[in-house]
T-cell receptor, first 107, second 113 residues
Framework: KNEVEQSPQNLTAQEGEFITINCSYS?????LHWLQQHPGGGIVSLFM???GKKKHGRLIATINIQEKHSSLHITASHPRDSAVYIC?????????FGTGTSLTVIP | GAGVSQSPRYKVAKRGQDVALRCDPI?????LFWYQQALGQGPEFLTY????????KSGLPSDRFFAERPEGSVSTLKIQRTQQEDSAVYLC???????????FGSGTRLTVV
């Protein structure tokens, strides 16, 4: 049983394309995190959301708490955006992570 | 320091060897987590500390895994008698308070040969 489901699992895009990654979860939460993981394994926290929408540069994250769904959008994608994007929720003491979406942006 | 620091960055161990992985959280961060991430998988919870207290160790896969945080700051994850299935990236994350924003370390990539 996966508390967090992400789609798609793999995504290849041309540079400049608008990208959407989706996350659905089955547990009650107060916040959801979007993380970016590069090939070396290091993780960067992109957003922590509890409602509505947040924007940082070309990244936009939205969440619908009632529908238990969040999306991460990347506008004007660039090869340096190539990474694994992971959705994580924390209903209690620990995080539950999605398996990630592997994004490759081709020049 | 400015972020969560993990060391070593990479570790190759022979099967049966003991290893110790270190996590230096951001100064003052109370909550600390350890996660294990196998290749191609999302991170899996191992254990959680609130200051020096280990409040949840339900994710530790066997009694070969042991974590401590004796002074409520630096934490060490120890794996005894390593096996090939222990090969993974071990991630540490910390937060100033429970429910606050979390900062992740870069991870330690352990390869057991």
């Amino acid at each position: 049983k996966n508390e967090v489901e992400q789609s798609p699992q793999n995504l290849t895009a041309q540079e400049g394309e608008f990208i959407t990654i989706n996350c659905s979860y089955s547990v009650g939460i107060s916040a959801l995190h979007w993380l970016q993981q590069h090939p070396g394994g290091g993780i960067v926290s992109l957003f922590m959301l509890s409602s509505g929408k947040k924007k940082h540069g070309r990244l936009i994250a939205t969440i619908n708490i009632q529908e238990k769904h969040s999306s991460l959008h990347i506008t004007a994608s660039h090869p340096r955006d190539s990474a694994v994007y992971i959705c994580a929720v924390k209903p209690g003491n620990q995080f539950y992570f999605g398996t990630g979406t592997s994004l490759t942006v081709i020049p | 320091g400015a972020g969560v620091s993990q060391s070593p960055r990479y570790k190759v161990a022979k099967r049966g060897q003991d290893v110790a992985l270190r996590c230096d959280p951001i100064s003052g961060h109370v909550s600390l987590f350890w996660y294990q991430q196998a290749l191609g998988q999302g991170p899996e919870f191992l254990t959680y500390f609130q200051n020096e207290a280990q409040l949840d160790k339900s994710g530790l896969p066997s009694d070969r895994f042991f974590a401590e945080r004796p002074e409520g700051s630096v934490s060490t994850l120890k794996i005894q008698r390593t096996q090939q299935e222990d090969s993974a990236v071990y991630l540490c994350a910390s937060s100033f308070r429970q429910g606050g924003g979390y900062t992740f370390g870069s991870g330690t990539r352990l390869t057991v040969v």
